[in-house]
């Protein structure tokens, strides 16, 4: 089946550093990108979705000029989260989908900035 | 008012019990339907579609009304293995967007 490997799986930073993320599907070409963050004991919102080649398209509210997602790629997609806070600390996961294929997962990114 | 809404339980229910879990969703548009399970620290998996006729798999029975846009998840026979968050999952626009998410836990 779809695979998205996601890593690294966790990361603690000191404030004011940034951390990319990234995400590749091992087996399929993913035409979208979906990013999500979850706080804890919170649903996971959707922050962008991305299509490959093209620039992200941002949910209202999140900084895309703090969130920077490339999708260069058909096979990667990273979030770089730049100039990081503590606010900043929650589970980052993305979702991939390619032509025949569904939403598949990434094992998802648990972020701690200090 | 949120996309999708969940009751966040938690739910605490002795193995064997049943167990129904209620989903309202805002947005008429909304496409498909799920039901994904999320155990702790750990990325959401799919676990049904969810039908206007109803659909059953093993212990599970999903149902979508879609006239008053509400979704049910209902787990017979509860086991140990199935305490985690229940989300409720809609597709709008191309997007899957999550609800609340319901706690289950299942206790011996």
């Known amino acids: 089946g779809a695979v998205v490997s996601q890593h690294p799986s966790w990361v603690i930073c000191k404030s004011g550093t940034s951390v990319k993320i990234e995400c590749r599907s091992l087996?399929?070409?993913?035409?979208?990108m979906f990013w999500y963050r979850q706080f804890p004991k919170q649903s996971l919102m959707l922050m962008a979705t991305s299509n490959e080649g093209s620039k992200a398209t941002y949910e209202q509210g999140v900084e895309k000029d703090k969130f920077l997602i490339n999708h260069a790629s058909l096979t990667l997609s990273t979030l770089t989260v730049t100039s990081a806070h503590p606010e900043d600390s929650s589970f980052y996961i993305c979702s991939a989908r390619g032509r025949g294929y569904g939403y598949t997962f990434g094992s998802g990114t648990r972020l701690t900035v200090v | 008012r949120k996309e999708v809404e969940q009751d966040p339980g938690p739910f605490n229910v002795p193995e064997g019990a049943t167990v129904a879990f209620n989903c309202t969703y805002s947005n008429s548009a909304s496409q498909s339907f799920f039901w994904y399970r999320q155990d702790c620290r750990k990325e959401p998996k799919l676990l049904m579609s969810?039908?206007?006729s109803g659909n059953e798999d093993g212990r599970f029975t999903a149902q979508l009304n879609r006239a008053s846009q509400y979704i049910s998840l209902l787990i017979r026979d509860s086991k140990l293995s199935d305490s985690a968050t229940y989300l409720c999952v809609v597709i709008l626009t191309d997007k899957l967007i999550f609800g609340t998410g319901t706690r289950l836990q299942v206790f011996p």
């Open positions: 969810v039908y206007s």
């Open positions: 087996d399929f070409q993913a035409t979208t």
